[in-house]
């Protein structure tokens, strides 16, 4: 049984508000990344920095699988309306907090909606198309993906700027409140045009096996995503960031061990055992989990490196990502309507992942000196190839499983794809600030470090232990920063050739730290690029294995094996 009973306007104005519910959901760490800088300031909380990420990705990430599973039980409408309603009114919260212990905790209330409606959007595909239908909806929600990468900054900062709005001036604030409109809109649709479907009749919800994902997932997030800012109070009384992280290792794996151990005997796992004795799932999934730490070494260090070596800010950045999010927009959709056509999709899969994985090792060439049509050259070709493979990874997972199964099998899909987002940042990051550190060795015997520590716009970001990321984050806003130093030199009493000289003398230790620190960043972005080239490359290699079935016209059982 399916949603294919519904009229085809019914299915396009669902689908438009899925993927406006999708948007969001994409948009909000982009978006919010920009607006940082902006909630630090007003809240005067730089040390709580991490926890405004963390707190959201903390609840998605643990929330995907979950949700997944209760839209198999108790059907995908009210769960997904239920994620739309809790994003919406979490970002209006957000929105109108007075600290920033508020703000974290609607992050994070925030992030349990966006969990839902991620689990839900692909899944819904499912149930309203046949699998030879789905590859050009899962190649437009591609491209909602893609657009995300540019939206996100440009709005983000764009509103951040203070513009007037409506008659009112916009702040930080109004990134969570754009979601609110949107939200509200996305929530109507689905309630009127969504049909009440479900799967499982008797319901046996998995709480032993939810809480030991919820302690697994959340044990690993900590451990890899800004654990030394979220632990620092910890660390303060004396236990070394090591000894938390293995702390936390270490419960995410007995956790781990433990929830398989409960699935093997549940009787509605959250995450079936039985889906990995299907060859096409077991490999697709570890496939999802080496796409999802590629793509993120290619997305979000360009975007460093455009701020960096160009001096664009968060909303140029975004612009600059244009080739590439072109190249995976054009890609994604015409993929997806090639794979309907034919009903095959490992070729699409193969060719992608050998495009993006070259595309990615061409990237080591870029140099501080390099011109941006070279960047964005490969990166057009890394945004085809990327495109091409992104929406049919889940098109070949669904095509092995009932309806029955569809909410758990794709939002395992998405869990696996996060996790590898999740894990490849925190691995590639430490490799780039390791190169950083060894490169440029003690911060603390930087001339230039030692002049900033009197400087009130750097000053606080020196509180603390200095870390490579404290000295791109310094650089990255050096302008401002010289703007600060000479306002304040020439507020001064002291003669104005005495005024002069201080100033060359601070833009001479700015620009030749500047330069070591770009050199270096570069060289190290070199491994990063490499890295994410070779995980690429071991994706396609384990893709070559999967056994193709050809796409099916109508929901049936599951295929054998």
């Known amino acids: 049984m399916s949603l294919h009973h519904i009229t085809t306007r019914e299915k396009i104005i669902v689908m438009l508000a899925v993927m406006s519910g999708l948007l969001l959901v994409a948009l909000d760490q982009t978006i919010i990344a920009t607006a940082l800088g902006a909630i630090v300031n007003d809240f005067d909380s730089f040390s709580s920095l991490g926890f405004v990420v963390t707190a959201y990705m903390l609840t998605s990430t643990v929330t995907v699988p979950i949700a997944g599973k209760l839209s198999d039980m108790y059907g995908r409408r009210i769960v997904l309306l239920v ?75 764009w509103l951040t700027d203070h513009q007037s709005l409506f008659g009112l001036t916009t702040d930080w604030r109004w990134t969570f409140f754009i979601n609110v409109p949107v939200g509200i809109i996305a929530g109507f649709a689905i309630a009127k045009y969504c049909p009440t479907f479900k799967h499982e009749t008797k319901h046996r919800p998995d709480y032993l096996g939810a809480a ?46 433990a929830f398989i151990a409960v699935e093997r005997r549940a ?10 004795r299907h060859r096409t799932y077991a490999l697709m999934t570890s496939v999802t989990l080496l796409f ?88 057009a070709c890394a945004g085809f190839g990327l495109g091409m493979a992104m929406p049919v990874l889940n098109v070949a997972v669904q095509n092995e499983f ?23 940042t925190a691995v590639l990051s430490g490799v780039l600030t390791t190169g950083i550190a060894a490169s440029l060795g003690n911060p603390n015997n930087i001339a230039y470090i030692h002049a900033l520590k009197s400087s009130p716009q750097a000053s606080m970001m020196l509180e603390g232990d200095i870390t490579a990321d404290t000295l791109l984050q310094i650089n990255a806003q050096k302008q401002a920063i010289y703007d600060g130093m000479h306002k304040a030199v020439h507020a001064s009493p002291l003669p104005e050739g005495a ?16 330069t070591k620190l770009i050199n270096a960043f570069t ?39």
């Open 499 to 514: 005024k002069q000289t201080q100033v060359e003398k601070f833009t001479a230790m700015q620009n030749d730290f500047s």
């Open 402 to 424: 009932e309806q029955k199964d569809l909410g758990a099998a794709t939002a395992s899909v998405q869990l696996f794809r996060g996790l590898g987002s999740t894990i490849g």
């Open 292 to 379: 999802g730490a590629a793509f993120l070494g290619a997305i979000l260090y360009l975007t460093q490196f455009n701020q960096q070596v160009f001096g664009a800010t968060a909303s140029q950045a975004g612009l600059m990502l244009l080739p590439m999010v072109g190249g995976m927009m054009v890609s994604s959709i015409a993929a997806g309507q090639l794979v309907s056509r034919l009903g095959k999709y490992k070729v699409f899969i193969l060719t992608g992942f050998s495009i993006a994985a070259l595309s990615i090792l061409a990237l080591m060439t870029l140099e501080p000196t390099s011109p941006y049509w070279h960047e964005a050259i490969i990166m």
């Open 523 to 561: 060289a190290s972005l070199h491994h990063v690029f490499m890295i994410s080239s070779v995980l690429m490359i071991l994706a396609l290699v384990i893709v070559s294995f999967v056994r193709e079935k050809p796409l099916r016209t109508s929901v049936k059982a599951m295929p054998s094996e």
């Open 83 to 157: 994620g739309v309603v809790l994003f919406t009114i979490a970002s209006m919260l957000s929105g109108i907090s007075h600290n920033i212990e508020q703000l974290i905790a609607f992050r994070a209330l925030q992030g349990i909606g966006g969990g839902i409606i991620m689990a839900n959007a692909f899944t819904i595909v499912g149930d309203l198309f046949s699998p030879r239908e789905r590859g050009k909806w899962q190649g437009l929600i591609g491209a909602v993906f893609g657009m995300s990468s540019v939206i996100g900054p440009l709005l983000g900062g």
């Open 267 to 276: 009787q509605s796992p959250i995450l079936p055992l039985r889906f990995f």
């Open 212 to 257: 030991f994902i919820t302690l697994a997932l959340s044990a690993l997030v900590l451990a890899v995503d800004n654990t030394q800012a979220i632990f620092q109070a910890v660390i303060n009384q004396g236990i070394s960031l090591k000894v938390i992280q293995w702390v936390l290792w270490t419960i995410a794996v007995i956790s781990a061990a």
